[in-house]
């Protein structure tokens, strides 16, 4: 018998997306998820599912902790979504359920990556297990990132504070000196504005003979190494990293 207690210590600051076209299975599941997990998103088909993937990693910079989807949904199933979100985030933590004429496609979901396969009916000690299984690793996961103090950026690019050394597949990506600085100071801020006077004295000896206009070709050669968009122009104050 999993410890439900345990279970909710690990996942109640969690996010999900739960995709599942029956209704009734669907609100019947929610609520079990909804005394779990901080906050439960749900679509009721992998088409509107990857819609609200995409929206949520647009909106607040960081994807669900967890996506659970059904396999056999219109209009996209388990399946497509599940390749179109590993498409947009490899590391995506999934759980499928599926019922149990379904399971053939097990070797190609697991193949795939995905986290967990559960069959229909879900027996609650099992899933409860499962979540325990998969929010261990989640936790894990940011464990590692928090005491190796690596910050996530977008596309799969990485912050290495300690080393100030900024990564992609786990290759450097090699920066000037100044963009190294540039990089240092906005990843301080986190999503607060690094003003135009704090870059300059933080990057030149002598800032006051110096125009922010300097910091435009500096801030165009970083924009080219890192995503789009991920550095913002405040206009009249200065940058702000978007995470």
């Given at each position: 018998?999993?410890?439900?207690?345990?279970?909710?210590?690990?996942?109640?600051?969690?996010?999900?997306?739960?995709?599942?076209?029956?209704?009734?299975?669907?609100?019947?599941?929610?609520?079990?998820?909804?005394?779990?997990?901080?906050?439960?998103?749900?679509?009721?088909?992998?088409?509107?599912?990857?819609?609200?993937?995409?929206?949520?990693?647009?909106?607040?910079?960081?994807?669900?902790?967890?996506?659970?989807?059904?396999?056999?949904?219109?209009?996209?199933?388990?399946?497509?979504?599940?390749?179109?979100?590993?498409?947009?985030?490899?590391?995506?933590?999934?759980?499928?359920?599926?019922?149990?004429?379904?399971?053939?496609?097990?070797?190609?979901?697991?193949?795939?990556?995905?986290?967990?396969?559960?069959?229909?009916?879900?027996?609650?000690?099992?899933?409860?297990?499962?979540?325990?299984?998969?929010?261990?690793?989640?936790?894990?996961?940011?464990?590692?990132?928090?005491?190796?103090?690596?910050?996530?950026?977008?596309?799969?690019?990485?912050?290495?504070?300690?080393?100030?050394?900024?990564?992609?597949?786990?290759?450097?990506?090699?920066?000037?000196?100044?963009?190294?600085?540039?990089?240092?100071?906005?990843i301080k801020n986190e999503c607060r504005v690094s003003?135009?006077?704090?870059?300059?004295?933080?990057?030149?000896?002598?800032?006051?003979?110096?125009?922010?206009?300097?910091?435009?070709?500096?801030?165009?050669?970083?924009?080219?190494?890192?995503?789009?968009?991920?550095?913002?122009?405040?206009?009249?104050?200065?940058?702000?990293?978007?995470?």
């Amino acid at each position: 018998m999993i410890d439900y207690d345990k279970v909710y210590n690990l996942t109640k600051d969690f996010t999900i997306l739960y995709v599942e076209d029956d209704i009734s299975f669907l609100k019947e599941t929610k609520r079990v998820f909804t005394e779990l997990f901080y906050k439960v998103d749900t679509a009721s088909n992998g088409e509107e599912g990857l819609v609200k993937y995409k929206e949520y990693l647009n909106t607040k910079k960081i994807p669900y902790d967890l996506v659970i989807t059904d396999i056999c949904m219109p209009f996209m199933n388990g399946i497509e979504l599940t390749k179109e979100i590993y498409k947009i985030n490899k590391n995506q933590q999934i759980i499928v359920i599926s019922a149990y004429d379904e399971s053939k496609y097990l070797l190609e979901l697991l193949n795939m990556g995905i986290e967990q396969f559960l069959v229909k009916p879900i027996n609650l000690d099992i899933l409860l297990s499962v979540l325990l299984n998969s929010s261990s690793k989640i936790k894990i996961n940011y464990d590692i990132q928090k005491n190796n103090k690596i910050v996530k950026l977008k596309n799969g690019f990485l912050w290495d504070i300690n080393n100030l050394s900024l990564l992609k597949d786990e290759k450097i990506v090699k920066l000037t000196k100044k963009e190294t600085f540039l990089m240092q100071i906005l990843i301080k801020n986190e999503c607060r504005v690094s003003t135009f006077d704090e870059i300059l004295n933080t990057i030149y000896d002598e800032p006051q003979i110096i125009s922010d206009e300097i910091l435009k070709p500096l801030v165009s050669r970083l924009r080219k190494k890192i995503p789009k968009q991920t550095i913002e122009n405040i206009y009249g104050l200065g940058y702000r990293l978007i995470f």
